[in-house]
Structure formats: structure tokens, C-alpha cells
């Protein structure tokens, strides 16, 4: 069966960086792009960016770029989110999530919260 | 601001039908498939429906997906109390190259 399994919880710093992983198995890594998903407590979903497994291209939303590197390791069928820079605001829970096609997903990790606090 | 709108809750009583609207315009809704998601406290978000209309398997067909222009809604028949969670419509926006999602319904079975 098809599972992503994230990393665990976070605390950092404001200005430092974060990276998180999702471990994928069940399916072929390379088969598929993976988007990450954030949410801030109490609030709605919103897409941080997607890398491919084929070949590691990448697409960030306008919001994270300069600050957001996503890459993968087909070795180990794993993506990674780092974001830099960290701030408040950032506090967030943060998914990653197979990509079936540029409008859905269907199998999401458990998603880890990175905790930005002085 | 979410690109697309969604009413911020809806209520229904149990065994009753509901319906949670999702409004786009044509860079997104309009020209791309919708899908739906359900998020129950402290878990990730289900994928209910995609292609505006179709269910992964497993998915109930107590629910059910449209899309009519730029607007898009889940229907959810037969409510049930374990039916009340946040929903999120979502798509591709191709003038902003991004996956955009609405704000989120709050269901409430009273």
C-alpha cells in the first residue's frame, strides 16, 4: 500500500533553515512528482511547491521562492523540503503529498509541524 | 485571501443532504479539474473527489462532485456526525503556475 511517512516535529529558531523529509513506498518513486502543503494552525491549506521524481524538476509558489529548495533521493524513494529563513509565520503543519496529476492527490503523509519561536 | 471562495461553514442534520460551493474564475475552475478534501481534526487531508466528479476507491457515493463554468460543489447525502470536518476544493492555476486550494468549509452535523 501506497505510504509517505514524514519526519518528525520541529522547533527552530527565527532566521534558521528547516528540512523535512517524506520516505514514499508502495509505488515507484520516480512515477510520480510530490507537492508539499502547509498549514498554519488554524488556518487553510496552501501549496508550498512540487518537485518531480523523474527527473527533480521543480515548480515553488511565487510566495517561497528564494527560500524554499526542494530536492529528492530516488535511491531511498525520499523527498525533502528545506525552507530558510524561518520566521513566525512559518509555524505551520507541513505535508508532503503524491502528486496524481497537477489538480489531485490522493495519499498524504502525516504531516510534521515545524514550530519557528525565539 | 484564498483564490477560491468557499462559504466558511455550512449545517445540516443528520440524514439530511448538504452542499459546499467552491468559486474560481476561468484561470483555474474553469479550464482545470477540481477535487475535494476532507480534513478531520489533527489529520491530513482525504481526497474525496477528483476530475471534478470522480471518487478514489473506497469513497462513498454519498458524495459526489460538479463543476458548472467557474464554480464547482461537493454534495454529501445521508449526513452522518463523523461526517463533520473541514473541506477544501483545490485545482491548478495556470496564470499562476501554482496549486491553489479555497479557504475551507467547516461542516457541522446538528
Known amino acids: 500500500q501506497v505510504q509517505l511517512v514524514q519526519s518528525g516535529a520541529e522547533v527552530k529558531k527565527p532566521g534558521a533553515s528547516v528540512k523535512v523529509s517524506c520516505k514514499a513506498s508502495?509505488?515507484?518513486?520516480?512515477?510520480?512528482?510530490t507537492s508539499w502543503v502547509r498549514q498554519a494552525p488554524g488556518q487553510g491549506l496552501e501549496w508550498v511547491g512540487w518537485i518531480s521524481g523523474y527527473n527533480g524538476n521543480t515548480n515553488y509558489a511565487q510566495k517561497f521562492q528564494g527560500r524554499v529548495t526542494m530536492t529528492t533521493d530516488t535511491s531511498t524513494s525520499t523527498a525533502y523540503m528545506e525552507l530558510r529563513s524561518l520566521r513566525s509565520d512559518d509555524t505551520a503543519v507541513y505535508y508532503c503529498?503524491?502528486?496524481?496529476?497537477?489538480?489531485?492527490?490522493?495519499?498524504w503523509g502525516q504531516g510534521t509541524l515545524v514550530t519557528v519561536s525565539s | 485571501q484564498s483564490v477560491l471562495t468557499q462559504p466558511p461553514s455550512v449545517s445540516a442534520a443528520p440524514g439530511q443532504k448538504v452542499t459546499i460551493s467552491c468559486s474560481g474564475s476561468?484561470?483555474?475552475?474553469?479550464?482545470?479539474?477540481v477535487s475535494w478534501y476532507q480534513q478531520l481534526p489533527g489529520t491530513a487531508p482525504k481526497l474525496l473527489i477528483y476530475?471534478?466528479?470522480k471518487r478514489p476507491s473506497g469513497i462513498p457515493d454519498r458524495f459526489s462532485g460538479s463543476k458548472s463554468g467557474t464554480s464547482a460543489t461537493l454534495g454529501i447525502t445521508g449526513l452522518q456526525t463523523g461526517d463533520e470536518a473541514d473541506y477544501y476544493c483545490g485545482t491548478w492555476d495556470s496564470s499562476l503556475s501554482a496549486v491553489v486550494f479555497g479557504g475551507g468549509t467547516k461542516l457541522t452535523v446538528v
Open positions: 503529498a503524491r502528486d496524481d496529476s497537477s489538480t489531485s492527490r490522493e495519499f
Open positions: 476561468s484561470s483555474n475552475i474553469g479550464n482545470n479539474y
Open positions: 508502495g509505488y515507484t518513486f520516480t512515477n510520480y512528482g
Open positions: 476530475d471534478n466528479n
